[in-house]
């Protein structure tokens, strides 16, 4: 799943949105390191970037706590507000 | 699924799904083929078990799914024990099953790939069951419409082992076929 900033791309089939390419990309990770961190595939990871498959909770659990943050964080049902905007907000 | 397929010892890149959708029509074209060869020849008198094999040997060595070799892991899920890891193939040089033996992930499938396995085997066997209540059609209809009966000249039991045959081959080849047709191409990263 690709979030753009207008917030028009879809969760994909899970119905779940998620910030894990955003995060890989930030912290400079690989799909094949998190994917071993975690213990799956990674075509896995790929899967759960484009919110094609749901994960369970303990996969959920995993990433989290490879990522160091909350599930909310990383997993909604809701689509995330673009990270800039959380951090220095709507200036409109 | 795996991203690559070990043959004769070397390495196929299969990431693709294009690549592994002409490996599937391929290996159907194949097998029809030879199920048409055989009923023309031998009329299933011993053609039966050539089918057989050739779906074995199919799964053994391109599809995967119960065996340690081919495109799909093992649906048991299981990493083979250590008796299993030296194949009579390896003395004939042919080096079918050299892939990975020291990673245990190369054999276990991850929560979405048992899924997968799971979903695919449902399909698989919703057309098998479509297919065997086509066999009770085909047969109903035969005994029942003379018209038919002329022209299926077929004696009944060829017509049952061809569909036996047609069956078989559906429940040992179609939930891998499945999986490589719909995983979408493998990329890294």
């Known amino acids: 799943m690709v979030v753009t900033d207008n917030g028009k791309a879809g969760p994909g089939e899970s119905g779940l949105y998620n910030r894990i390419a955003v995060l890989r990309a930030e912290r400079g990770v690989s799909r094949q390191d998190l994917a071993d961190a975690v213990g799956v595939n990674y075509q896995t990871i790929g899967f759960l970037e484009r919110g094609d498959y749901g994960p369970s909770v303990k996969l959920a659990f995993a990433i989290g706590e490879f990522f160091k943050l909350p599930i909310e964080a990383i997993f909604s049902t809701h689509p995330f507000r673009p990270l800039s905007e959380q951090v220095y907000g709507n200036r409109e | ?189």
């Open chain 2, 1 to 189: 699924v795996r991203a690559e397929l070990i043959l004769m010892g070397r390495r196929v890149d299969m990431a693709r799904q294009a690549r592994r959708r002409g490996l599937v029509v391929g290996i159907y074209i194949l097998l029809v083929l030879l199920i048409a060869a055989l009923w023309y020849f031998t009329h299933w008198r011993e053609g039966f078990y050539w089918v057989v094999w050739a779906v074995i040997g199919a799964c053994r060595l391109f599809l995967g799914g119960y065996y340690r070799g081919g495109l799909v892991k093992p649906f048991d899920n299981n990493p083979p024990r250590a008796l299993q890891t030296r194949s009579p193939f390896l003395p004939l040089g042919l080096r079918v099953y050299v892939s990975a033996l020291e990673d245990d992930r190369e054999w276990r499938s991850d929560e979405r790939e048992l899924r997968q396995r799971d979903r695919a085997h449902y399909l698989a066997y919703q057309t098998i069951g479509m297919a065997v209540a086509l066999q009770l059609l085909v047969a109903l209809v035969r005994m029942k419409e003379p018209l038919v009966q002329a022209w299926m000249a077929m004696p009944p039991d060829q017509l049952y082992y061809g569909f036996a045959v047609i069956v078989l081959t559906l429940l040992l080849t179609l939930p891998q076929a499945i999986l490589l047709w719909t995983e979408p191409d493998m990329a890294a990263d």
